[in-house]
């Protein structure tokens, strides 16, 4: 026969009715290690309280331990701080008397300093004073040295300017055969003092002075294809020709011309300013420089009024 819900319903009123049936049934469901279950549970329950127990007993030790050890560590915390703020104000005492004697005998020794530079600012003062004047006196005499180097330095150069022209002046003398001859035939210095006999009716004095100043006066026939007659060279001679030697020849070559000789204006030396070379082209001066004619064809039209033909 099945058991069913009623059944069950039934038996568990039965076993509340009668309790002693529960144990019964206990006794026959469960093993023994069940049954002795609660016995178990309830040994650990005791164990664990007799633990906690104990537990709290040694904490509470600990806890007064480490109460009298915090209190101990305290004590010499405090007894050390005040050894240690006792030795800091000994200390700092100490260095207090250090530093107010050390402030003494540098303030003393400020003071003696301060005399010192008091009397050496005015020893530099005399001296700056003096070096001043001295200078002053050192500056003027350079200055007239300078002056007078320089005087010395332009007369120098002056004199060796006139030297190396009267030497090359006496040069293109010597050598006007040779310089000239390939445009002249027989070309010849003429003496200054001929030049009055020549010019004293043709210019007035001042003119004829201007004139006879010229360096060179050379005077020549002309050579075939130039053209025929006589040609005279107004030569300014220098070791560097400048502007106013292109302009000297030009002015007294112009002068011959006005007096009815065919004159052509030359510059000659060693070297040319670049002012000069622009300015004799545009003048139409023959430049002359070892040896070379530059510019004879252009300054021969204008003593002609003819270009030379070809040979």
Do not use: C, H
Not at 32 to 37: G, K, Q
Not at 239 to 245: F, H, K, L, R, T
């Amino acid at each position: 026969m099945a058991f069913t819900v009623n059944d069950l319903n039934d038996l568990l009123r039965i076993l509340r009715e009668q309790p002693e049936w529960l144990a019964e049934v206990r006794r026959v469901l469960l093993t023994d290690e069940l049954l002795t279950l609660p016995d178990l549970v309830r040994e650990l329950v005791e164990a664990q309280r007799r633990t906690d127990e104990r537990l709290a007993e040694f904490q509470q030790r600990i806890e007064q331990q480490m109460a009298e050890f915090q209190q101990r560590i305290e004590q010499q915390m405090a007894e050390f701080q005040q050894r240690i703020e006792q030795q800091m104000a000994e200390f700092q005492q100490r260095i207090e008397q250090q530093i107010a004697e050390f402030r003494q005998r540098t303030d003393q020794r400020f003071i003696e300093l301060a005399e010192a530079q008091r009397r050496t600012d005015e020893r530099l003062a005399e001296f700056q004073q003096r070096t001043d004047q001295r200078f002053i006196e050192l500056a003027e005499a350079q200055r007239r040295t300078d002056e007078r180097l320089a005087e010395f330095q332009q007369r120098t150069e002056e004199q060796i300017g006139e030297l190396k022209g009267t030497l090359l002046e006496m040069d293109y003398r010597a050598k006007v055969g040779a310089i000239f001859g390939s445009r002249l035939k027989k070309p010849k210095v003429v003496d200054a003092g001929d030049m009055w006999d020549v010019l004293r009716d043709r210019l007035d004095e001042e003119e004829i002075r201007q004139i006879v100043a010229l360096d060179l006066i050379v005077r020549g026939r002309l050579l075939p294809p130039q053209g025929e007659g006589e040609l005279w060279l107004a030569v300014e001679v220098s070791y560097v020709v400048d502007q106013n030697d292109v302009m000297r020849a030009a002015a007294r070559a112009a002068l011959l011309r006005k007096a009815g000789l065919p004159a052509i204006p030359v510059a000659a030396g060693k070297r040319l300013t670049q002012g000069a070379s622009a300015l004799a082209t545009e003048s139409r001066v023959v430049l002359v420089q070892d040896g070379s004619l530059v510019g004879w064809d252009d300054a021969l039209q204008d003593a002609t009024g003819e270009r030379p033909s070809a040979a």
